[in-house]
């Protein structure tokens, strides 16, 4: 057993794998265990997808939380609208802004404490428990490829684009998305065209 | 430089806008046809400001206009517990006090097991389980409802969100308990704690005991939760049933589930869940306040607290408390 406090020195000392931790999809469960998500972000909360960001020629990746929970029946969890997003530097992992959406109030109209929508949404209902565990890994490798592409500088092929908007249109949670969009439209307008409004 | 880094750039001052200088400017009107209000009501806990007291209070733009009338919230009774009950997500059998071997229990689960109920909302967890512990060591009936106006005034729970690892024992810090904050514990920090009579509560990872029966064949439609997400979800530790020593159980009163009351999991599927967290523990020994020092009295913030527990809160409508 070891006091809360020590956790701040584990954490310093696994500062040298992030470089390899930030290449897999193990990305979004790693946060969990980061001293800001336990001091900030509710631990019940579901990990958005990601967002990605250029400022000043610089990469960050933002990650919106929302809230979810099991309900009545099997294959139906409630949704929560997103009420906080976490700006990281993407070479460092290091946070640059946490935003309480619920503080900012994007949307006046949200009931917070009710759900929006449930999971799993039509496109992904059939999947296997396998299959989606699988298809959301793709989705966040194929997201690692895309930070690492705005870091290097690098262009985006016609192949890969549809790649990636095939992964996350099959994925993204359809009561979420409007919600996605005001957090990163134009992202989500590019890579989710289909469904622009 | 590619025209979607271009988009990058432009995206951050389409998002935020600039925070208003003037505070008397009119609020900007969003396509959802309602202006924008400062963030001080929450499910109806605080007043609602009149637009008078909107104009003093420091505002900011919204972020964007985003028509969301589509989206319907949905009728958030199947999370209230009576329509819980016909569900299933535990399968493990529930700790029975006339047929178990009290020399080999270490704890009170019996007893603990009196407190439990399931959580009403979805996120208050953390909220209930500090409530079993309140309601042991304070000798009343302790409501979620009361603990909910208290967190979310303190900023310890977030409505439709839940409540940060960190935040977990601040409740019981407000009712001047006692509380360890400790991480890397093993069984047997667990079973020191339960003999010398604390109160345990853990954050663990849910989908590992809610989805006992799943594998990765099943189809999601027969899945609890959100698969890959490993949120964590607070419980109580009420003992531990050494009785088969190969095979220990661990007690749970878990307030998210309808068969959470004494549910007893064996030891190595409480230990994979509970690392998810780091093994992170709350505990907590008796209270220093009375239950008469519940209402009437100022805690270590200034807040005042009436007799029937609720703090006292600032009128925007009328200026006073």
Partial sequence: ?197 | MNELFDQFDEFEDDLWGPIADDAMEPVADLSVGSAYQAPVEWNGIFTSPSEENNAYLPDVEPMDQTDLSSIQSLDSGELQPENMAESFFIEYPVFDPENADLEQIVGDPAQDMENWHMQSTQSSCALVSQEFILDKVLGRDVTEEELTSVATDAGWYTPGGGTPMNEMGRILEHFECQVDYDINCTMDDLSAKLEQGESILVALDSDEIWNTGADLDDILSEYFGMPGQDANHAVQVIGIDYSDQGSPKVILNDPGSPDGSGVMIPADKFMDAWEDSNHFMVSSGASQVSDQMIGNYYDRYGTWYYDDGTPERYNWDTGYY
Avoid: C
Avoid at chain 1, 50 to 61: D, S
Avoid at chain 1, 88 to 99: F, H, I, K, R, T
Avoid at chain 1, 160 to 167: D, E, I, P, V
Avoid at chain 1, 170 to 182: F, K
């Fill in chain 1, 1 to 197: 057993m070891s006091h809360l406090s020590e956790q701040t020195q584990e954490i310093h000392s696994n500062r040298s794998t992030q470089q390899s931790v930030r290449r897999t999809s193990g990305l979004l469960e790693r946060l969990r265990k980061t001293p800001w998500f336990q001091q900030l972000i509710p631990a019940e909360a579901g990990i958005g997808w990601p967002i990605p960001l250029r400022r000043n020629g610089k990469v960050y990746i933002r990650i919106p939380f929302f809230g979810f929970s099991p309900t009545s029946e099997k294959g139906k969890t409630a949704l929560f609208p997103p009420f906080a997003l976490v700006t990281l530097d993407w070479a460092s992992l290091v946070p640059v802004e946490y935003v309480n959406l619920q503080f900012r109030n994007p949307w006046p109209d949200v009931e917070w404490g009710k759900p929006v929508g449930h999971f799993p949404h039509e496109s992904v209902a059939s999947l296997a428990v396998g299959e989606y565990k699988a298809k959301r890994k793709e989705l966040l490798e194929l997201y690692n490829e895309l930070f690492d592409k705005l870091s290097q500088g690098s262009d985006f092929s016609e192949e890969w684009n549809h790649r990636f908007s095939t992964a996350l249109n099959i994925l993204m949670e359809p009561s979420l998305e409007p919600y996605y969009r005001t957090l990163g439209k134009k992202f989500f307008d590019h890579y989710l065209p289909s469904k622009t409004r």
